[in-house]
């Protein structure tokens, strides 16, 4: 192996460790996104064309009533210093005997609240407006028990959402799980239009389905991106060296990379639709969002993507770097929606911040080490507000190595955003994240603040349960209060779907299906049913007793 996976604390006590950890994140970033291709596809020899997006994510969510919801989840590279970002006012003398020279001086804070208590840079002024117009909030004391302090192994687990990820066999992404949930059968058909995007995000898991295969798209920057869009520009694959070897080696990846490329008449359409009626700032995050946002209100119709700020491994000089980091998100997230709301998209998008620790609570040499808990910070009209959640962060109460800890479980902010956000089933949720984590309270969105369609779940709805049959199988019960098409379906909980039950005009009343082991086996692993009827899917799950 040529990295330490059991590796815990990298901190500049140890430079040559942390350094290893770097080289290792380094290494591994350019394995999976050499060039433009998803670096699992090429490290298992082979590629599958529907390997790159969800086939059917748009119908699905289509048919969920959400077809005009988006998440941008924003990545802050190298761990984020979350009290110098929420600044705890409330405690100002404990932060500032902690930092003596990198804490932020009391009049160049920005007050969030009434109360005084929490506080931003004023290299943050415009994201001040987001909050004045209640379209942000911010999550306090987020992070996971038992935290891991290796940039590598911490990014994979806030990606996957698995603590276990180092030793899982399924080590794909949450939001990989999230696409094959939505449709099980993706690999079987090529996807009309990407089904995740990701631009300068490399190595992240977030869309990986188990066999590590990168479902988002990905640009290695926002030119390679904007070259795509502009130029609907594809690889020559005729026109080879002569030399036999390195001209095979060419073609062959050149053939790769083009099948990213098969999504250029898409994007390229999309992006000459849309237009960005704001100026952006000249910074890395501000070209990409105003790529996502040219992509969004040109009707791309990708309801996921990825956009990354690097440069957070502040363990030196942070004075200079990191109030420029926090300008730099500041200036760009502002601008984005701005153009959103220009374009009449502002309401349909969700964004939110997390990097993979956060600092610790004292300086070093100018600097923060590795650390753990720290605030995430959500954008978007469709808040309905403005708010402080969890729990306000305690600097005497620190752990063993004098790190925050924790009150919100980041996968809490995932199942929310699951439930709340892209509207999936309770159930569903719960089978993506591999337990049921507690939903925030509070939040401000929830699954009919931006529908296109009238629902009304209180006036239709179906009540479900399966039981046993006495005899080894399965009866799943039904209730429907209207006649009308319904599919019954199951699912392995990794979403492959193992047969279909029901698929036929039924009158309203109850009715049952019959799972029979005699033609499907029996496991003792946990199986998933859905229910599809009147546009709106429902789910519970049992185990058959072999």
């Known amino acids: 192996m040529c990295n330490d996976h ?10 040559e460790r942390h350094q290893e950890d770097h080289n290792n994140w380094s290494r591994r970033g350019f394995l999976q996104t050499l060039g433009l291709a998803s670096g699992a596809g090429m490290m298992m020899g082979g590629f599958s064309v529907s390997a790159l997006a969800s086939s059917s994510l748009l119908p699905m969510i289509a048919n969920a009533g959400i077809d005009d919801r988006i998440l941008v989840l924003i990545r802050l590279k190298g761990g984020n210093d979350g009290l110098n970002t929420i600044i705890p006012l409330f405690d100002y003398s404990k932060y500032s005997e902690e930092r003596p020279t990198i804490k ?54 806030w990606n996957s959402g698995d603590q276990n990820y180092l030793n899982a066999e399924d080590q794909s992404g949450w939001l990989g799980r999230y696409i094959l949930d939505q449709n099980p059968n993706y690999l079987e058909e090529l996807p009309s239009v990407p089904g995740a995007i990701k631009i300068s995000s490399g190595s992240a898991v977030a869309f990986h389905n188990p066999d590590q295969i990168d479902l988002a798209v990905n640009f290695n920057s926002p030119d390679r991106l904007l070259d795509i869009a502009e130029s609907g520009f594809v690889y020559d694959t005729v026109n080879l060296p002569d030399d036999c070897y390195y001209g095979d080696q060419i073609g062959f990846l050149r053939g790769i990379m083009n099948v990213t490329f098969s999504y250029a008449p898409q994007i390229s359409t999309a992006y000459g639709n849309g237009t960005n009626e704001v100026s952006y700032s000249n910074n890395e995050l501000s070209r990409q969002l105003s790529i996502v946002a040219r992509l969004i209100k040109g009707n791309l119709g990708t309801r996921l993507y990825m956009v990354t700020l690097d440069g957070f491994d502040t363990h030196e000089n942070q004075n200079n770097s990191h109030p420029n980091l926090m300008n730099t998100l500041s200036n760009a997230v502002t601008e984005f929606y701005a153009d959103l709301t220009e374009g009449n998209k502002a309401q349909e998008v969700l964004s939110m911040t997390f990097s993979e620790f956060g600092r610790r609570i004292n300086e070093n040499s100018g600097g923060t080490d590795h650390g753990t808990a720290a605030p995430v910070m959500m954008f978007g009209p469709a808040l309905q507000g403005n708010a402080i ?12 190595n004098g790190n925050l800890k924790h009150d919100i479980d980041f996968r809490s902010i995932y199942a929310t955003i699951l439930e709340s956000w892209l509207c999936l089933d309770p159930v569903g949720v719960d089978m993506i994240l591999g337990d049921s984590y507690e939903r925030i309270s509070g939040i401000g969105f929830d699954c009919m603040s931006v529908s296109t369609q009238e629902v009304t779940p209180l006036e239709h709805g179906i009540k479900h349960l399966a039981k046993s049959d006495g005899m080894g199988g399965i009866i799943i019960e039904y209730t429907l209060d209207r ?12 979403g492959q779907k193992v047969t279909t039950l029901v698929s036929e005009y039924q009158l309203k009343g109850k009715h049952q299906a019959h799972y029979n082991t005699r033609f499907h086996g029996t496991s003792t692993a946990p199986l998933i049913y859905r229910i599809v009827n009147g546009g709106k899917q429902y789910s519970g799950k049992f185990v058959v007793a072999s």
Request: net charge negative.
């Open 6 to 15: 059991n590796q815990r604390e990298v901190s500049l006590k140890n430079k």
């Open 104 to 157: 932020i001086p009391q009049s160049d804070i920005l007050s969030l609240d009434n109360d005084n208590k929490f506080g931003i840079p004023k290299t943050m002024t415009g994201i001040k407006s987001l909050w004045d117009n209640g379209a942000m909030k911010v999550i306090n004391s987020v992070g996971y028990e038992d935290h891991n302090l290796s940039h590598f192994n911490s990014t994979d687990i």
């Open 389 to 400: 959640l969890g729990k306000d962060p305690d600097l005497d109460d620190i752990d063993n």
């Open 483 to 494: 006649p009308g098409p319904v599919e019954i379906s199951i699912f392995s909980v990794m």
